[in-house]
């Protein structure tokens, strides 16, 4: 027979182990249930981030085609100035991923949302990119590529610079022409008189007519990194008229 004191005793030393591992002391009955300990709530993974191209605003995104997975961005210095800057983005699984800045020109009066022949402008907007060529052998472009003695650049610029080899690499702008042929093909289907042959070409050091030029070693950069499989587009204007 167990005495009024040895129970009591009994009682105080019984415990029960928790399915977390925790000791609970029974309270009242010798034959409570386990009290299990809170499990912590499973944490909400966290939202991946969009990245969005920089310094471009919501009308000038939407207008890049939703196939493009490589966009070429030309951004001007402001709406009649010569001087831009050009990167190459990629497209991917997280947004678009920003290459290197190179400095770049445009045409001697800015930036025109109309482009006429003659006006020294270069075409705001967002055009797709499907010819290369140029008077040098193809440094290894992936759209194809027409070498061509007809990619000829006499004279001197607005600043007097040499023209010489600023055709040597050129990358079609499909403004006013028809894709899928060579950029010295001169259909016009908007008519003349809106202009074309719209290229990105080689840096002779100053303004063009209306076109965009970056640095030779950046072109050929430029021509090996192009992939028709990723849809490239340029997108052309001063900062103020992309951020919209």
């Known amino acids: ?38 499990m912590p709530a499973p944490r909400t993974p966290a939202r991946a981030v969009w990245r969005p191209i920089p310094g471009l605003g919501p009308v000038t995104t939407a207008a890049i085609p939703g196939q493009a997975r490589q966009a070429v961005v030309v951004t001007g210095r402001g709406r009649d100035s010569p001087v831009s800057t050009a990167v190459l983005h990629e497209r991917t699984e997280a947004g678009w991923q920003s290459g290197q800045i190179w400095p770049a020109h445009n045409a001697l009066h800015g930036w025109s949302g109309h482009h006429t022949a003659g006006d020294l402008r270069s075409p705001l907007g967002v055009y797709t990119l499907s010819d290369a060529g140029g008077l040098l052998a193809d440094p290894g472009s992936r759209l194809p590529y027409d070498r061509s003695s007809g990619f000829v650049s006499p004279g001197t610029g607005f600043e007097g610079e040499p023209l010489a080899g600023s055709f040597d690499y050129v990358v079609a702008i499909d403004y006013n022409r028809r894709p899928g042929t060579s950029p010295l093909d001169w259909t016009r289907p908007l008519g003349p008189g809106r202009g074309g042959g719209i290229w990105i070409h080689v840096d002779h050091g100053g303004p063009t007519h209306g076109c965009v030029s970056i640095g030779k070693a950046h072109m050929k950069a430029l021509l090996r990194a192009l992939d028709p499989d990723r849809h490239p587009v340029v997108v052309l204007g001063y900062a103020d008229w992309l951020a919209r």
């Not at 129970?7 to 928790?18: E, Q, R, Y």
């Open 1 to 38: 027979m167990i005495n009024r004191r040895a129970a009591v005793g009994l009682l105080a030393t019984s415990v029960l182990v928790s399915a977390c591992g925790t000791t609970t002391a029974a309270a009242g009955r010798g034959d409570a249930p386990a009290v299990p300990a809170r």
